[in-house]
């Protein structure tokens, strides 16, 4: 049985944060808000549990899973960043985006997409994301909250419980969650191309790409 907590979308409660943190370090899968939708995470160095999110939602391995940073300076110890992609980041973090870049040998093999050696990365604008990245230290790993067969992401925090209650560890409730998922932008080739339109305007990789 998962265990739920209710958090303040704007002011998380700290005890609660501190004991999310926790489930995530030993190895829990957690539910939880962001700028877009709800997310599945887990921590990025635990086999078992990618494995896991992989089975929730039905990935394989060349699905890029997305490490979700603090802000753009944790996010350039996993990604080679470029001048110009340094450029169209800063300007779109934090932000409902998630960028594919090349990864460093920071990020754990299992992790990469198997041929071109890539990893998704974000930087969201949510509090209660940010503050489980602040107390855990270290980028979480996870995927959007789309189950197999559906092409929008779970937004109601008690259809989590009653659906999910026997397959991840923890739901955080931070209200109703958005419909879209994050925005893709393909950064690794050098030019930008749009890979998937969610609720971040994807207008100016368009431009850029142009």
């Not at 999310?20 to 078992?48: F, M, Q, W």
């Not at 300076?73 to 992609?85: E, R, Y």
Request: one cysteine or more.
């Amino acid at each position: 049985m998962s265990q739920f907590f209710q958090l303040h979308p704007e002011n998380p409660q700290a005890r609660l944060i501190k004991q999310a943190v926790e489930i995530i370090r030993n190895g829990g899968l957690v539910v939880y808000p962001t700028d877009s939708s709800y997310a599945v995470g887990c921590h990025l160095g635990d086999k078992n549990a990618v494995e896991r999110i992989r089975r929730l939602r039905r990935l394989d391995d060349k699905h890029n899973l997305t490490l979700v940073c603090s802000d753009l300076s944790q996010l350039g110890v996993f990604a080679k960043v470029d001048t110009g992609a340094f450029r169209l980041l800063k300007a779109h973090t934090p932000g409902p985006y998630t960028f594919i870049l090349s990864a460093t040998r920071e990020v754990p093999r299992m992790l990469m997409h198997p041929k071109r050696r890539t990893i998704g990365l974000r930087v969201p604008d949510h509090p209660i994301t940010q503050a489980l990245l602040a107390e855990l230290g270290e980028p979480l790993l996870s995927a959007t909250l789309i189950l197999p067969g559906e092409s929008l992401p779970m937004s109601d925090p008690y259809e989590m419980r009653q659906v999910l209650e026997r397959q991840v560890d923890l739901i955080i409730d931070g209200g109703y969650g958005g419909l879209e998922a994050s925005t893709v932008i393909d950064l690794a080739d050098g030019e930008p191309e749009v890979i998937r339109v969610g609720c971040g305007d994807p207008a100016p990789f368009r431009q850029a790409d142009a």
